[in-house]
């Protein structure tokens, strides 16, 4: 190799690690050996600009980590240092295998039903790609969350984020004892189950004050008519503050970015 193109592959090394030390913004990788998963679980963590032990952190829980925590993260971190929000700690949640493991850990049942309301059998929802809801919940609540809280300075206001199935998974857990005070559903599989939460919902007895930010798309029409039937429920509880969007020209995945932006800076101020 000639001297030129080694001092060119020098240069252009220090310059991407030099850009590396300079983000203020990185990620902190840690392991949880969850009993409650049988298995080694992943978390990532982004802390605010500044961050400080003497300061108590409001925290930001992202599920679907793998597509979603380095938008998230770079959204709050700016609009925590320009006080649009506070500035808060966020907290990513992979779910190792995302065709398998995340189905089983945001699900609490096996659907016999599509998100479109066509019928569908044993093969398409069974143990192997869902219903394992409450051990993944045992592992948030009893594990992960205390751990957070052990290892950072927080104020034990705390918010989850879900798209989707992890719309589902938020949905679902208004009838637990649930640790959250903020929760965000972007176009929530409500229709999982055919539409197992609303009744869930209904039948419980919590009266916890909460925030909710819920955001959906038109398609299909059964997800859409389970959403709002969902919505309507929502709306008769006193003690939930919910804020909702309809995307109408959006698709399940494009309403993501907006439905956060938007969802933080109303929830979370």
């Known amino acids: 190799m000639r001297p ?7 240069l252009l090394t220090l310059n991407g690690l030099a850009q590396e030390s300079l983000c203020v913004n990185k990620m902190i990788r840690h392991t949880i050996k969850s009993e409650y998963l049988n298995e080694d679980r992943d978390y990532w963590v982004s802390l605010p600009l ?5 300061i108590k952190y409001p925290v930001i829980y992202v599920l679907d ?3 979603r925590f380095d938008l998230i993260k770079n959204i709050t971190f700016d609009l925590g240092a320009h006080k649009k929000i506070e500035n808060s700690i966020v907290i990513g949640i992979p779910h190792i295998d995302w065709e398998n493991k995340r189905g089983q850990d945001l699900t609490f049942s ?8 066509e019928k ?3 093969t398409w929802y069974n143990d192997s790609n869902s219903g394992k809801g409450m051990q ?3 592992y948030l609540t009893k594990e992960l969350i205390p751990e957070v809280n052990d290892k950072y300075s927080t104020n034990k206001h705390e918010t989850l984020i879900g798209h989707s199935y992890g719309g589902y998974f938020g949905s679902y857990i208004l009838s637990l004892d649930h640790p959250f005070e903020v929760l965000h559903m972007y176009d929530p599989s409500i229709w999982y189950s055919n539409g197992e939460v609303i009744s869930r919902f209904k039948d419980s007895k919590s009266s916890k004050s909460l925030k909710i930010h819920l955001t959906y798309q038109p398609e299909p029409e059964f ?5 709002e039937e969902f919505i309507e429920v929502l709306e008769s509880d006193e003690s939930i503050i919910l804020t909702k969007e309809f995307y109408e020209n959006d698709t399940h995945n494009s309403l993501f970015l907006d439905s956060f932006y938007k ?7």
Do not use: L, P
């Not at 030129?4 to 020098?10: G, T, V, Y």
């Not at 997800?223 to 959403?227: L, Q």
């Not at 969802?263 to 101020?269: K, P, R």
């Open 4 to 10: 030129s193109i080694i001092i060119i592959f020098f």
């Open 50 to 54: 500044k961050y400080s032990d003497s």
């Open 65 to 67: 980590a793998e597509w």
């Open 110 to 117: 096996n659907s016999r039903i599509e998100y479109d309301g």
């Open 120 to 122: 569908v059998d044993s």
């Open 136 to 138: 993944f919940y045992s």
């Open 223 to 227: 997800h859409k008519i389970k959403v």
């Open 263 to 269: 969802g933080i800076i109303q929830t979370n101020n």
